[in-house]
């Protein structure tokens, strides 16, 4: 069973960029073929997708957000992350970690997610 | 990439089917069959329901069904039962790597 949980600030000043962890245990990202995602919903609204990584570095980004995103792999510490600048209060959101298993079209585990605010 | 369109919510009484539609465009939805369904409880991670517009994941009940036609898909579900009550999300490839969800449909059962 794959677990995964996010971690990071929940207060991101605005034009301050948000950093945000997800740690993975049941399955080693050095040997799995998988594909991990970011997905996030802001407060009363539908999920967002963000973007996905591909466990050989390959990253796809929602265009909407591709000029502020970026996600990377820490397989030493069996972690990937996102990262994403210039955020202003339209970022505030529960920001999900999820895995994509060997497939790129859905997310079988997801974390419980973190609520990150973006406020001064 | 415009969010897919889902009913912001449905009800039903224990026992009862319901269906939730997703409605995209024939550039996500309409082209490829790759729609996928997950369940939310407030505070809890997702749960994926189904796959592939009608796969359902090991360890998930029959209880649920997926379907397409044209440009939107459906999920059903049989039986309804107190827990089934969750905000519901649909999700479609889009093409050029693009990944999109609905809009989420609350679930209340009566």
């Known amino acids: 069973q794959l677990l995964l949980q996010e971690s990071g600030p929940g207060l991101v000043k605005p034009s301050e960029s948000l950093s945000l962890i997800c740690s993975v245990s049941?399955?080693?990202?050095?040997?799995?073929?998988?594909?991990w995602g970011w997905i996030r919903q802001p407060p009363g609204k539908g999920l967002e997708w963000i973007g996905t990584?591909?466990?050989?570095?390959?990253?796809y980004y929602n265009s909407s957000l591709k000029s502020r995103v970026s996600i990377s792999l820490d397989t030493s510490k069996n972690q990937f992350s996102l990262r994403l600048t210039s955020v202003t209060a339209a970022d505030t959101a529960v920001y999900y970690c999820?895995?994509?298993?060997?497939?790129?079209?859905?997310?079988?585990?997801w974390g419980q997610g973190t609520l990150v605010t973006v406020s001064s | 990439q415009s969010a897919l369109t889902q009913p912001a919510s449905v009800s039903g009484s224990p026992g009862q089917s319901i269906t939730i539609s997703c409605t995209g465009t024939?550039?996500?939805?309409?082209?490829?069959?790759?729609v996928s369904w997950y369940k939310h409880c407030p505070g809890k991670a997702p749960k994926l329901l189904i796959y592939?517009?009608?796969k359902r994941p090991s360890g998930v009940f029959d209880h649920f069904s997926g379907s397409k036609s044209g440009n939107t898909a459906s999920l059903t579900i049989s039986g309804l039962q107190a827990d089934d009550e969750a905000d519901y999300y649909c999700?479609?490839?889009?093409?050029?790597?693009?990944?999109?969800f609905g809009g989420g449909t609350k679930l209340t059962v009566l």
């Open positions: 999700c479609s490839y889009a093409g050029s790597d693009a990944l999109v």
């Open positions: 024939s550039s996500d939805v309409g082209n490829y069959n790759l």
């Open positions: 999820a895995s994509q298993g060997d497939s790129y079209y859905l997310f079988d585990y």
């Open positions: 592939d517009v009608s």
């Open positions: 990584m591909y466990y050989s570095g390959s990253t």
């Open positions: 049941g399955v080693s990202l050095n040997s799995a073929t998988y594909y």
